[in-house]
Structures are given as structure tokens and as C-alpha cells.
């Protein structure tokens, strides 16, 4: 194996190793603590895609979208301050009428499209059509896609089916605490499994890469670390459905690990599609030895509303 290949990989596991443990930590304590966690990532990643854009000419209106992708990412959220305020109010004697989740995202996403074409209007800096695209598609790509994870950990114990895994439909101080734990470690298995999908990748394409897989767009990336990683992904996963997971089936860590595998990749695929397109290497240089926070989740973009949909409709419906 050539050393020469891994040179950078010591600064790589320096900043991994601190970041890793506080992705886990907020993801077992869940509720604002994660929120917070996935907001900060979702907002840096927005605006780097924003750069992006512009290196092709685009003016999107930065301001404009990271508020509103704040916003959607407190739509995956909403229940929970719902439930809370509705709480304060009613110990107050205030009976109060709220939107719906669904509804309060689909007022925010409405109300920033307007905002956006009413802005383009009077606003003379560029394409009006480019800005307004570039401006939506970002929010709609990362703030929306990186909430869907906010909205799996919430799902735990906010729309969680306790009849259906505990022997009564009451959950008590200690099913409440289960279920927070599994909201938690399906957090982290979501994780792990893109890391260990990732390094496999890495190791497995270094050394023993041969056949490119989409030269195009990655010219590094090799069929050979392809597979790599869709086994570590789908291992990583039912290994995590033996320890930790046991609310799961066998065959529900399969899929997860199948779609954290495929779509994770393809994720990956894309973000350097946009990069390549914009001539760039990085999205960014925040993070020492990885480059941009949208580098270092661009898998997760693809992931987090895939296994959402899958464990909201199919495992806890």
C-alpha cells in the first residue's frame, strides 16, 4: 500500500475524531439540542452552495434564502414548540389555534417563493430567472432535505406508534426513555453508516481501484470503492439493528443500509457535479482536511429524506 496516498489523512482524523463525538452526543439528546446542531450545518452548507451559484454568475439572494432555510429546518421542529406553547398557554388558561406541521412549512415555502419573485422584480443585478433558481433550489436541496433528519430524531417519541412495540399503547417514564434512545441510535446508525460507507470508499478506491465509476464527474472514484462502501454501509447498519436498533426488522436495517449505499454515493456524485461545474475543488475550506460542510454531508442530503420516508411510512406506520 503506498503511505504517499494518506498523506492528509492524520489532519483528517485530528478534526473527525472531536466532530464525530459531538454529532453523537446531540443526536442522543435530540430535541433543540440536535436541531440546533443540524441548523448550524444546514446554514453553512446553504451558503456554500450559494458560492457555488455564483462562481457561474448567479446572484442568489443569500440573506433571503438562509432565513428561510432556518425557517423550513423549524418547520421539522414544529410539533414539538407546538405541543410546549400549547402547554404554557393552557396552564395560563389560553386556548390557542396553530397551523399544522404540514401547514406551517407549506406557508414558509410560500411565502419565501413570493418573497423571492418580488424581490427579482426591482432587483437589477444579474439573470432574474438564474437568481430566483439558484436562490430556491438551494433551500429547497439542503434546508429542506437536511431537516427531513431533523423530522426522523423527532419522530422519536412525536409521532412514534407506542402500540405498536410496547405490549400497551401507554408509554410510561421508561417506554418515553426507550424511545428516545432509539430516536437517538437511529440517528447515529444514519451516521455511521454514511462515515463507514465513505471510508470504505476511500480505502477500498485507493488501493485497489481500477475501473472508474463516473470519470466525468469524479474521476477518482472507482466502481471497485463503490461496492466497498455499499457493503460497509449495509453492514454498519445491521450490525447497528443488532445492538441497538431492536425496534427494527432485519430486512428494514437492510434497506436503510441499501439506501445509504446507493443514494448516499449519488449524493456524493452530485455535489461534485456542482463543484466541477463551478471549477472548484472544495465548497468550501471551513473544515481543515475536509473542505466545506456541504463536502462533508452531501451524502446526507441525498439520505436523510429517503430513510425518513421509509421509517415514517413503512417502519412506524
Sequence with gaps: MDSSKFGSLPKRVAV???AIAMIVW???????FFFCLIALFSGFALFEFYGLAEKKGAFPLKVLGLVAGFVVNGSFIYERSQ???????????IRLSMFSQLQFLLVVLL???LAVLLTELFRQKGSAVLNAATTVFGVCII?????????????????????????TSYAGDAELAMISRWGGYTIVSIFASIWMCDTAAYFGGVTFGRHKLFER??????WEGSVFGFVAALLTMIIARATVLDYLRLEDAI?????????GQLG???????????GVKDSSAIIPGHGGVYDRFDSLVFVAPIVYLYIDFVVLS
Design 143 to 167: 434546508s429542506l432535505f437536511f431537516g427531513t433528519l431533523i423530522y426522523v430524531r423527532e419522530l422519536f417519541p412525536y409521532g412514534f406508534p407506542v402500540h405498536k412495540f410496547f405490549p
Design 268 to 278: 456524493d456524485l452530485v455535489e461534485s457535479r456542482f463543484k466541477r461545474d463551478a
Design 217 to 222: 464527474v469524479s474521476p477518482k472514484k472507482s
Design 16 to 18: 473527525a475524531i472531536p
Design 83 to 93: 405541543v410546549e406553547l400549547f402547554a404554557w398557554f393552557e396552564t395560563r388558561g
Design 255 to 263: 434497506v436503510i443500509g441499501v439506501i445509504v449505499g446507493i443514494f
Design 26 to 32: 446531540m443526536s442522543m439528546l435530540g430535541g433543540y
Design 111 to 113: 411565502v419565501f417563493l
